[in-house]
């Protein structure tokens, strides 16, 4: 992906084709509440401008496949992401990127493009969501992330404090979530686990429609390129872990059960797929070992990685969501094996279509030597999983599912704005109307 201009436009408005003089902002605004083809997204991370290239992982890959959905409903495209200062950057697909430092100036960002253009804002997650909020707005949540108790700290002092600090900055943080949740016109989750989380945390809330579990989503191939492999068993297998090299990623976790396995089975292939901030010591892990390899690749390369493949493992210690990686090796005919961990169990059901353990180095051990030494159990699930994933999890779906929710958002707002100006007190006089309506701080 390449950009085509580093150049900040002249102001706001020009590059998004309005100019309303202050004295017909409000004009401007009413014209345009019949219709709304802008979408704003706020998200942490999306595009790289130093290599010009979108990011690897799944809340990137998320926001894509919604900013292609949008642009096929007739949507335009601007992303707020989080990074220094830099001038604004115009993508070749027509998406622009604007760069922001603190979640204040998201929140007056958006107000202004609200004022000029009026559209969606899609949040991705709560920590790039800021006390004020615009309307019509959605979060994404990508699933709980604050079940990682972390390291044991090395000096008891440290380590007392960190455990007597933790609910205290537990209670915030889930405060902090809920009155965001109640400060948008909806919340879309991915798994079910977030869900059921905020309605036994804050069980005297009223959740009904604010809430709503859509599940992610992954292309699949065609019925004999994803099953075809399996019809006789091959010479040799090929299991791999397509994961971030990050500590609740589990790719450590993996890369010590393969230190301790691969030598047990010489006829399978182990790849790590990915990178991040653990690789050093994942090689360090499995050097030596002949049947296993380290190495990147590019996200449009994984399906046919997948493809030449048998076995994903996807050890997750915390942190996940309906993980793509995993609807992605079932859409692409591979039998998985995952952990109990936030919501892969909405994906896999346990000696249906793939294997469930516990996120620790016995369980995966198990769990993957396991299904390595029964061929026809791993076909079963691939068979499965592919089932599942074409029929629950497929793209179409999913652009039906998040999509009618948007819409309904969008449409909600605009019959609202629509009963403001026929009321006839929007006919006063600035000096006799209410004060304007203000989205006050949510914290």
């Known amino acids: 992906m390449t950009h085509m201009s580093d150049e900040r436009p002249e102001s706001l408005k020009s590059y998004l084709g309005a100019d309303p003089g202050d004295a017909d902002r409000s004009r401007c605004s009413i014209a345009c509440e019949d219709s709304m083809n802008w979408m704003y997204i706020v998200c942490h991370s999306y595009y790289d401008a130093m290599r010009s290239c979108r990011l690897i992982g799944g809340v990137e890959t998320y926001v894509n496949s919604l900013i292609s959905l949008a642009k096929q409903r007739g949507y335009s495209a601007v992303i707020l992401q989080q990074g220094p200062e830099h001038p604004d950057i115009r993508l070749e697909d027509g998406t622009t990127i604007k760069y922001w430092q603190s979640l204040d100036e998201v929140a007056t960002e958006l107000r202004d493009l609200q004022e000029v253009a009026p559209g969606i804002i899609v949040y991705s997650d709560f920590p790039c969501t800021p006390a004020r909020v615009e309307h019509p707005s959605v979060i994404i949540q990508h699933g709980v992330g604050w079940d990682y108790r972390g390291p044991t700290r090395q000096n008891p002092i440290v380590e007392q404090l960190y455990k007597t600090t933790l609910p205290v900055r537990h209670y915030l943080l889930h405060h902090r979530i809920r009155r965001l949740a109640q400060a948008v016109d909806r919340v879309i989750c991915v798994d079910t686990n977030f869900v059921n989380f905020l309605r036994t945390r804050f069980v005297s809330d009223d959740w009904d429609g604010r809430l709503v579990y859509v599940p992610n989503f992954a292309p699949s191939l065609s019925p004999e390129a994803a099953l075809g ?123 249906f279509n793939g294997e469930m353990c516990a996120p620790t180095r016995a369980g995966v051990r198990e769990a993957v030597s396991g299904l390595l030494s029964d061929y026809g159990r791993m076909r079963r699930y691939a068979e499965n999983g592919y089932a599942v994933a074409t029929q629950a999890f497929s793209n179409e779906r999913w652009q039906a599912r998040v999509w009618a929710q948007i819409q309904d958002v969008v449409t909600k707002h605009l019959s609202e704005a629509r009963a403001k100006t026929q009321d006839p007190r929007s006919r006063l006089s600035p000096a006799l109307k209410p004060g304007p309506r203000t989205h006050d701080n949510p914290l």
Not at 264 to 290: K, M, N
């Open 229 to 351: 492999r399996w019809r006789r068993r091959p010479q040799r297998l090929r299991c791999i872990c397509p994961r971030r090299f990050t500590r609740i990623r589990g790719a450590v976790l993996f890369a010590r059960v393969v230190s301790e396995i691969a030598d047990r089975y010489p006829e399978v292939d182990f790849a790590f797929l990915g990178r991040g901030e653990e690789e050093s010591e994942i090689r360090l892990l499995v050097a030596g070992r002949r049947n296993v390899e380290v190495k990147a690749v590019p996200h449009e390369e994984m399906l046919e990685e997948y493809r030449r493949s048998h076995l994903v493992v996807i050890p997750t210690i915390a942190a996940e969501g309906t993980s793509l990686s995993c609807i992605e090796a079932m859409a692409a005919g591979c039998a998985v094996v995952a952990t109990t961990v936030g919501g892969l169990g909405n994906i896999v059901l346990p000696d």
